[in-house]
């Protein structure tokens, strides 16, 4: 597998720091905010569902529109980023409407944020979040059976382990293929470059135990198995040379067959990939119907 190619602090900073490569990141930032802010009030979602009883586990729910005798809608699960410390479920509200008239069910959870909670706490959140899902979606009109989980940056990195996980383990009640996909936009894979970096560190804490436990590419590819599908890696073209390297990565860590689709899209940046996803003629947002099945 590639490595990263240095490990100078300075180095890391630049190219994992996605707001200084970005400088009209702020512009992203206020736009996410109004079209969410009116994604919520046009379409009634159920909002502060409780997945569990911590602090930051809540999610919002925007249901298809249904009819009587129509059968349950595919669901996207959409897991926000902000380097595990920052941004919010109500930030991405946005995501839902181009999904929803599509006739897919869209789930935005939040998680808590580091320094107060770990890495791999966030990811055991983002479990629990999965399979309240599995358990409670199809009293929302949405099918248990057909989740697929998005998400970019930390959340990539979530959505990525979301498919490794070994879901008996958690409950007997829940499928080996309760994730039937995923697509990860701009994921992190590896985080021991992370672990290294100076601006984050202060707020991650990660250690080298919680890099093996918490790294896709360090664990197992998940076993292609009936009903459970494969991981779509996208990252903008525009991104640090480091994006694009994990985004490679990936792929060979788990091999071309659990990873078809690995890709660097054109004239997208860190931020800008966000908005893509919800743009009817763009790749990226034909990617996820094709998962959905929409």
């Known amino acids: 597998m590639e490595k990263t190619p240095s ?11 996605n707001r200084a490569l970005v400088p009209e990141h702020a512009a992203h930032f206020e736009r996410w905010a109004t079209t969410s802010a009116q994604a919520r009030q046009s379409s009634r979602p159920l909002l502060d569902v409780s997945y569990g009883h911590g602090p930051g586990e809540t999610l919002d729910i925007f249901p298809a529109p249904r009819k009587p005798g129509m059968p349950l809608a595919p669901v996207m699960v959409f897991i926000h980023g902000g ?17 929803t008239k599509l006739g897919a069910c869209v789930v935005v959870p939040n998680y808590a944020l580091c320094p107060a909670v770990t890495i791999p706490d966030i990811v055991m959140q983002m479990v629990q979040a999965l399979a309240w899902t599995h358990r409670h979606i199809a009293a929302h009109g949405g099918d248990p059976h057909r989740i697929t989980v998005v998400g970019h940056s930390a959340g990539g990195h979530l959505a990525t382990m979301m498919l490794a996980c070994e879901w008996p383990r ?4 829940l499928p080996e293929s309760l994730v039937k996909n995923a697509l990860s936009m701009s994921g992190l894979y590896d985080l021991e470059p992370v672990r290294l970096t100076p601006f984050v560190q202060p707020s991650l804490k990660l250690t080298p135990a919680q890099v093996k436990k918490a790294s896709p590419a360090l664990l197992p590819a998940p076993a292609l198995r009936e009903g459970r599908g494969q991981l779509v890696a996208v990252a903008g073209g525009d991104e640090s040379s480091e994006f694009l390297r994990h985004n490679r990565l990936i792929q060979q860590a788990w091999g071309a067959e659990v990873v078809p689709v690995c890709e660097a899209l ?10 893509a996803l919800v743009q009817p003629r763009h790749r990226l947002h034909g990617l996820a119907r094709e998962l959905l099945g929409v």
Do not use: M
């Open 83 to 99: 380097y595990w410390r920052s941004l919010d479920k109500s930030d991405h509200s946005f995501i839902a409407p181009a999904f």
């Open 170 to 173: 958690v409950g007997d009640d």
């Open 266 to 275: 054109p004239g997208l940046n860190h931020f800008s990939i966000v908005e």
């Open 7 to 17: 490990t100078d602090p300075a180095w890391l900073d630049r190219e994992y720091n």
